[in-house]
């Protein structure tokens, strides 16, 4: 089988066996409340189910990813600075920043990590779906029969679920109009619903800094990159795993929706939009609301930890120089304190070079 071939057996079996286990339990769920267990609908209803359940674990990893990507923004004027101060060496320019991202605690990778966990869970499903199409193969706690009821289920008595763009249920056959027109339909909404989540996160929750440099560049790339991506494979995917990604994408929008609104990042459209609606509620109520401007914490003052001693002076000018404390010239006692507070060794030492002359 070869290395990656067992690293890719020892990956997919566990989620084989994860997603069989939560799509029979939606399963269940459904033909429960009255669904045909073999029809397409339950089916269907099921993945979008794995779906939710997929999404909602992953949670935690969706908001690391918003912190990195939060942080990386902030941190665009330091890189900046970087570029301008190391612009001439590139390796050291490459030191300096993942430094800079260390000392931060953020990881520029972060923000991929959502993605790259849900492959593999992706590809699962649809090797899932496949096998039980072409040979009724069954994985996970799928049985024989449960993927042979999987792979001839059937949306609306006519859609094959496990019908794609170009290829009807079996194999060489003439596509089905309604599949590729289903298909069609969930890969456009894929796409659309990436691109609108790729450009939400840049118009609403990126500071006008922070749409230059490396960073910005990158994410205008994902812009159009993934869409298109996403868009040229999907027309290979079955209905079944379409529906499991459209979902996906749409919980990705409506969460990032969610967090841009409520918890937006400092000096960004989204931020501003906020602070005009609590100051519109505040209004409604009948209370006033300080705007607050989020500034970088100012570098603590360095003061001298040692306190300024006189100058070092010769032995005839210590014995011409009142000694604080001592009698004034008219007679009487003075506040030693205040003859103290008022000595200036370097007014002595001039009127001692004068009397000198």
Known sequence: MGIIGDIGHFIMVPLYYIISAVLLGWHKLFTVLGLDAKGGLSWALSIIGLTLVIRAALIPLF??????????????????????????????????????????????????????????????????????????????????????????????????????????????????????VIAAILVLAMTATTFTTQRQLMAK???????????????????????????????????????????????????????IRNNPAPGTPAFKAKQDRDKAKAARHGHTVTETITEAAPEPEQRPSTRQQPKRQSRAQRKTTPKP?????????????????????????????????
């Open 325 to 357: 404390g001592g009698a004034a010239a008219g007679g009487g006692a003075k506040n030693p304190s205040a003859d103290w507070e008022s000595y200036d060794p370097e007014a002595a030492t001039e009127k001692n070079e004068g009397d000198t002359k």
């Open 205 to 259: 929750n990126m500071p006008a800094e922070a749409m230059s440099g490396p960073y910005a560049q990158q994410q205008k790339m994902l812009l159009y990159i993934l869409p298109v991506a996403f868009g040229l494979g999907g027309i290979a995917f079955p209905i079944g795993v379409l529906l499991y990604w459209t979902t996906s994408n749409l919980w990705t929008m409506g969460q990032q929706f969610y967090v």
């Open 63 to 180: 908001v690391k990813q918003i912190k990195s990507s939060r942080n990386m923004q902030l941190l665009q004027p330091k890189v900046k600075e970087l570029q301008k101060k190391y612009g001439h060496d590139r390796q050291k320019l490459a030191e300096e920043t993942m430094k800079l991202y260390k000392d931060a605690g953020t990881n520029p990778f972060a923000s991929c990590l959502p993605i790259l966990l849900q492959m593999p869970i992706f590809f699962a499903l649809f090797r899932l779906l496949s096998g039980a199409t072409k040979s009724d193969k069954p994985h996970g706690f799928l049985t024989v029969e449960k993927a042979h009821e999987f792979g001839e289920s059937k949306l609306f008595g006519s859609l094959p679920i496990n019908g794609n763009f170009w290829e009807s249920r079996t194999w060489g056959e003439t596509p089905n109009t309604a599949v590729m």
